[in-house]
């Protein structure tokens, strides 16, 4: 594939394939061909996955919000005791992973 990379010019007369000294990957008017010269050039920025694109775009519209934890916060915890819903004080007790956190409640804090 190097030889769609090389200038096709003749050494005594200007090529007719070839203008301007251009090799034929030049001319030809699809994306250039990578060579090994291209590999001296530092590599481009990686671009997002989409899945990060997607919870990109998902926190930027619901507006969410990062929020750390540290181990022995005070914390307000939604308790769902039967048929009624309240807010009790409790203290993160333990961390999994980024975004699961143990909470003791009333006795166990």
């Not at 090389?6 to 007369?13: A, E, G, Q």
């Not at 990957?25 to 989409?50: G, N, R, W, Y």
Request: some cysteine; glycine content about 6%; hydrophobic content about 30%.
């Amino acid at each position: 594939m190097d030889y769609t990379n090389t200038p096709d010019v003749p050494p005594d007369s200007e090529s007719v394939h070839a203008p301007e000294g251009k090799s034929p990957a030049e001319i030809l008017p699809h994306p250039t061909s990578q060579s090994t010269f291209d590999l001296l050039e530092p590599p481009k920025e990686e671009v997002a996955s989409s899945n990060q694109e997607m919870e990109s775009y998902y926190n930027r519209k619901h507006d969410a919000k990062w929020r750390h934890f540290a181990i022995g916060q005070s914390v307000l915890v939604k308790d769902y005791h039967g048929n009624c819903v309240s807010w009790r004080l409790g203290r993160s007790t333990c961390r999994f992973e980024n975004v699961i956190c143990v909470v003791g409640v009333g006795s166990e804090t």
